[in-house]
Every structure is written in structure tokens, then in C-alpha cells.
């Protein structure tokens, strides 16, 4: 069965949905969780901020004092951050306050330095200000106990920040998926190797690899299958211990193209075979004895085109972390493009702004072969089915690239 693209991403969402997915939980230093998936609600130990906060350097005073401007307020005392002024603030008085400082009791606001002169021991206060302003409430961000980060938010520099703010030294999280990599082709050799002149090195494995870490995986190299049916299916049996299974090449209708007759023979059930999309057209999707897996196409944009569209989501819901569909960003064609193919195209391009607008080229690739074409592309160009005919300066969706 051929699907539409975005039949594919909903059956690909909705399998793997449906299949009750538990990833077990290890608790990790905060340090090593930048791309992990918190595997518990991260609470507020104390309020945020944890005092009314001064956010300008000046002088804190009650907002009342400075009906008449300018105003002269005798300053009693100075609070840098990290310390805290005793005793509380009268009419009439200011305390000299820094950013970070905790505001005195008595004060409802601070009035920038810039505003303000001293004239001997009295501060003359040139700006009036609201209440409550240059300052940030007690747990104005967030109150103690509040739910700060929700159980299934990937972690990144941001969050981090936040859960140290908190006090989460170690953090739940859950376990990586493990994905079993198996790419296939007898014209396929190591790159360690030095190729016949009609071999082919193996740069799909180590792209993979690259993608399934940056994707939040732990890829795992089953080796080389050669286009031998036993040989494949041994070398399939070992992935099937693994979170998820990559096969590359050896779906399309090649008479050695073997890869979906040895998924059927071990009982694999097929939920889509066949894309209409560009390039990827050959890739396959279903579960082999509990396992999903994806045979992607061989040709290497292929296979990073199909692995960005569809893996990239599922691996996210195998790490805990919910769908998370690839987002398309709108830019203008530099050049007029016109495709009757009825597929939706996903093309190596580059983006870029012009006259304050993102405006996007395509790269000159040679087919879906070709790695120098992908390499010189930071996006990829999004032609959907409908769209036939597109004039220079004309609208369209991109999707950036890693
Ligand atoms: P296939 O999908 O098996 O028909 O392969 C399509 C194209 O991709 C062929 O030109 C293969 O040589 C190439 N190819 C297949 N597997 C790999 C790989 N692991 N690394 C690089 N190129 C590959
Ligand atoms: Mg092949």
C-alpha cells in the first residue's frame, strides 16, 4: 500500500501510539542530560524568585514617596545581591539596591540609578514609578511545589538551567532507545576498506548513526548484509533484541532487492510499503515480532530524507518524548519551479535572508545519490503534490536541516 506523506506520519504516529510504549527510567547526573527525556514532572522546591527580586541597580522606596518630583529620600542603608537589609523601609527613606538584590520589607519598587543624584546623605529621586516596578514578585515564575517541566519534555540548555534552579543535582530520565542499524547491498564495503571500482562505501551506517544520536538513540552497527536471503535474515535476527531496526537499501523492486520477502518470512506485518514522496518512494514501514522497523530506501538522500521525515518522530515517542513531527518554516523562491509528479518532494536546498525575508534556493544535486548535493544543503525544500506550478517569489515551506 502507497501512502501520501501525510498518511505515513500518522500511521507511523499512530502504530507506535498505539503500542503502549514503557521505556524504563535511570536517574543521571544533571550534566549528562542535554538531549534526554525527563521521565518526571520537575517540581519548584521554593518559590521563584525565591524574594521579591530587584532586576534594576538603584534605589529601592515605597512608589507613594514620589507624588512630587523631584523627591529627596533619606537612604538608609545599601543591599547588594547576596545579602538582605534588616529591618524594614519608612516613608521617606530609600536603601541603594542591586540587580539580584532581595527588596527590603517596607519598599514597592526600585528607581534606575540613572534617575537619581546624591545630594550629601539624601538621594534626590528625578522619575516617578509604578508600584511593584523594576521588580519581580515572589514566585512570580513560578511558586513552590508548581509544576515546572512536564514528565516527557526533552531536555535542553534551557531546561537545564531551569532544573539546577530548582536543585535537581540528578534528574529521571528515560533510558535511550538502542537502534540496530543494518544496512545491505553486496556492492557495499566498509569505509575503512579501499572499494573496488564498482564498490560502494558504507556511508549510510555512519550518517544513520549520526542521526540516531542527534535524534536521541543509541545506534547500534549489525554490520553488512549482503543481498543473500539467509545471510539477511540472520543478520535481521540480531536487530530484533534492539528499541527499533533501520534497514537501508534492498526495498526497491530490484530482482536482489530482498529486504521485505525476508521481514515477511520472519512474520513482519507491513503498515505501509511505499511513500509518495520525493526522493524515498521505496520505504516501508511495520513491526517484525514486537519490533518497528523502517527499510529506507539506499540512495543515501534517501535514506537521511526518509530517516528526518519518519524516524526522527518515532524514535521520539520511543524515548518518552511524545511525537514530535518534523515543523516546516516558510521562505520565498528564489526561482520559478514547476513538478508534475504527484509526490510531495523534499529537495536539498539552502536558505538564507535577503531584504529582511528567508528566501530559499535549491542546491544542484545529481538525484537522490548524491551526498555532495545534501551536504551543501541546510534545508530542504517542501513541493507538495498540488503545488504544479511556483513563480519566483512564491511562498513556501522548508524544513531545516540538522
Ligand atoms: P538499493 O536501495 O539497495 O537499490 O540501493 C540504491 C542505491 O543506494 C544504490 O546506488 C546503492 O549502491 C546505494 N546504497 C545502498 N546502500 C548503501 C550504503 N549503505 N551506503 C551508501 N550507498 C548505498
Ligand atoms: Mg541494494
Redesign the pocket.
Known amino acids: 500500500m502507497v501512502v501520501t506523506y501525510e498518511q505515513a506520519l500518522s500511521i507511523v504516529e499512530e502504530r507506535l501510539g498505539r503500542s503502549n510504549l514503557r521505556p524504563a527510567v535511570e536517574t543521571v547526573p544533571l550534566d549528562q542530560t542535554p538531549g534526554r527525556v525527563l521521565a518526571e514532572d520537575a517540581t519548584a522546591d521554593r518559590d521563584l524568585p525565591p524574594f521579591h527580586r530587584a532586576i534594576r541597580d538603584g534605589y529601592a522606596l515605597r512608589a507613594a514617596d514620589l507624588t512630587v518630583l523631584p523627591a529627596v529620600l533619606r537612604c538608609v542603608g545599601e543591599v547588594p545581591a547576596g545579602r538582605s537589609f534588616e529591618g524594614e523601609l519608612n516613608f521617606g527613606q530609600c536603601v541603594s539596591i542591586m540587580t539580584g538584590a532581595p527588596l527590603p520589607a517596607g519598599a514597592d519598587a526600585v528607581v534606575m540609578v540613572e534617575h537619581t543624584r546624591s545630594v550629601g546623605d539624601d538621594i534626590e529621586i528625578q522619575r516617578g514609578v509604578r508600584q511593584w516596578e523594576n521588580v519581580v514578585l515572589q514566585g512570580a515564575e513560578a511558586a513552590l511545589g508548581a509544576r515546572i517541566l512536564p514528565r516527557g519534555r526533552r531536555i535542553r540548555a534551557a531546561e537545564i538551567g531551569l532544573l539546577a534552579a530548582v536543585g535537581k543535582a540528578t534528574v529521571a530520565v528515560y533510558r535511550l532507545p538502542r537502534v540496530a542499524i543494518l ?3 553486496d ?2 564495503v566498509p569505509v575503512q576498506q579501499r572499494p573496488q571500482w564498482f564498490q ?8 544513520l548513526a549520526a542521526q540516531v544520536k542527534a535524534a536521541g538513540g543509541v545506534p547500534i552497527q549489525l554490520g ?1 548484509a549482503p ?1 543473500r536471503q539467509d545471510v539477511l535474515r540472520e543478520m535481521i535476527e540480531q536487530g530484533l533484541k534492539s528499541d527499533l531496526l533501520l534497514l ?5 523492486m ?1 530482482k ?2 530482498l ?1 521485505e520477502g525476508v521481514l515477511a518470512e520472519l512474520g513482519a506485518e507491513f503498515f505501509f510499503q511505499g511513500a509518495a514522496i520525493r526522493p524515498g518512494k ?1 520505504l516501508v514501514f511495520g513491526r517484525v515480532r514486537d519490533l518497528f522497523f523502517f527499510g ?5 538522500v ?2 537521511f530524507v526518509t530517516f528526518e521525515l519518519f524516524v526522527r518522530p518515532a524514535l521520539a515517542m520511543l524515548g518518552g518524548a511524545g511525537f514530535e513531527p518534523p515543523i516546516f518554516l516558510r521562505a520565498r523562491l528564489v526561482r520559478p519551479y514547476s513538478q508534475k509528479t504527484g509526490l510531495t518532494a523534499f529537495m536539498p536546498a539552502r536558505v538564507r535572508i535577503q531584504d529582511r525575508d528567508p528566501v530559499v534556493e535549491l542546491v544542484g544535486w545529481q538525484g ?2 548524491d ?1 555532495v548535493g545534501i551536504a551543501a544543503a541546510n534545508c530542504f525544500l517542501v513541493i507538495r503534490p498540488d503545488q504544479t506550478e511556483l513563480a519566483a517569489g512564491d511562498w513556501v515551506d522548508i524544513m531545516p536541516k540538522e
Open positions: 544496512p545491505t547491498g556492492e557495499v560502494i562505501r558504507n556511508s549510510n551506517a555512519m550518517a553488512i543481498d537501508s537499501g534492498g526495498v526497491s530490484g536482489f532487492d529486504v521505496p529506507l530506501p539506499g540512495n543515501p534517501s535514506t537522490s545519490g551526498l
